[in-house]
DNA sequence: ACATGCACCTGGATGC
DNA sequence: TGCATCCAGGTGCATG
């Protein structure tokens, strides 16, 4: 479900909310979703911590705490956070509550329950794969123009699914992927290191460009994804291609079409983009 | 080392 | 209404 930009949107909605509090209880209802260590330990070493920051890496959340642990949090398609004060409604697909020393709750939701969690001391995060081998994101001083037109002289695959690969470029899913290739007018078949130069550069400036604007929009909401308050993004109004099959392409009038790229569903303007 | 395909899950939309 | 099929903001693992 969530990409850099529905995440980070998600650490504003909470980290404010969250920080200083205690977790008094921890609920756990569905506890495959606890990855390491056991969801009784998970359970155990939570209770009675107080969160100091909440931090994003990508597309995971770690939640800092007064004992030198985190706990991290990936919502992988469909998972959820939000930050509930007593009485209101919960989300059907609750699995796990961590009930706060305010009274208020922050709970985890999950639809196809494919996210996970982890808890431990800071200096154990390498056992997290995917977090330890991230590549630089979007808008970091890492992910500078040498960087990506290098990384991309030196790939064969195609360029979508460069785009995806996590330990490359951190923080980019399905919706972003397609709209910076269409605004960089590049087909998301292209071998990587077939692009020239110029295209390079385009390219990463429609990474950084789209990758802002879903975070100034607050996220991209097509079914499941919501903020830590419950609230819709609104980047879905400004996409070029991302679910608008057979809409006509905004820079050439053609038909936007859909075809299967790197395992998925990828949306794109045969005319514009080359 | 690197690329690809599939498994992991559930539910909503669509078509017959 | 019921049932089948396809699709989904992601990633980890097996395989070649």
Redesign the pocket.
């Known amino acids: 479900?969530?990409?850099m930009p529905?995440v980070e949107t998600i650490r504003r909605t909470l980290a404010d909310k969250v920080a200083g509090r205690k977790i008094i209880r921890v609920d756990i209802g569905l506890p495959?979703l606890v990855k390491w260590p056991t969801a009784a330990e998970f359970q155990a070493v939570l209770t009675d911590r107080t969160i100091t920051k909440l931090v994003r890496r990508?597309?995971?959340l770690l939640f800092y705490l007064d004992n030198n642990y985190v706990l991290i949090i990936?919502?992988?398609?469909?998972g959820r956070l939000y930050y509930k004060t007593p009485g209101s409604e919960f989300d059907?697909?609750t699995h796990i509550l961590f009930k706060l020393d305010n009274g208020d709750i922050l709970l985890y939701a999950d639809?196809?329950?494919?996210g996970?969690l982890y808890l431990m001391p800071e200096e154990e995060l390498w056992r997290?794969?995917?977090?330890a081998s991230m590549g630089p994101e979007p808008l970091s001083a890492e992910f500078t123009l040498e960087y990506f037109a290098d990384m991309l002289s030196?790939?064969?695959?195609?360029i979508k699914?460069?785009l995806?690969?996590?330990k490359l470029i951190g923080g980019?899913?399905?919706?972003y992927v397609d709209e910076a290739l269409a605004i960089a007018c590049i087909d998301p078949e292209r071998i990587?290191s077939s692009l020239t130069a110029q295209e390079a550069n385009y390219l990463h400036q429609a990474i950084n460009q789209v990758i802002a604007a879903g975070i100034a929009h607050g996220?991209?909401?097509?079914?499941?994804?919501r903020d830590g308050a419950g609230q819709s993004?609104s980047h879905q109004r400004y996409l070029q291609v991302?679910g608008r099959t057979n809409e006509p392409c905004q820079r050439c009038g053609g038909i936007i079409a859909?075809k299967?790229v790197?395992?998925?569903?990828t949306h794109y303007c045969p005319n514009c983009q080359k």
Do not use: S
């Open positions: 479900m969530p990409e529905e495959r990508g597309k995971y990936h919502l992988r398609m469909t059907k697909f639809t196809r329950t494919l996970t997290i794969a995917g977090l030196k790939r064969r695959a195609k699914t460069v995806l690969n996590q980019l899913g399905n919706i990587a996220g991209t909401t097509f079914r499941d994804y993004g991302y859909r299967e790197a395992g998925r569903g």
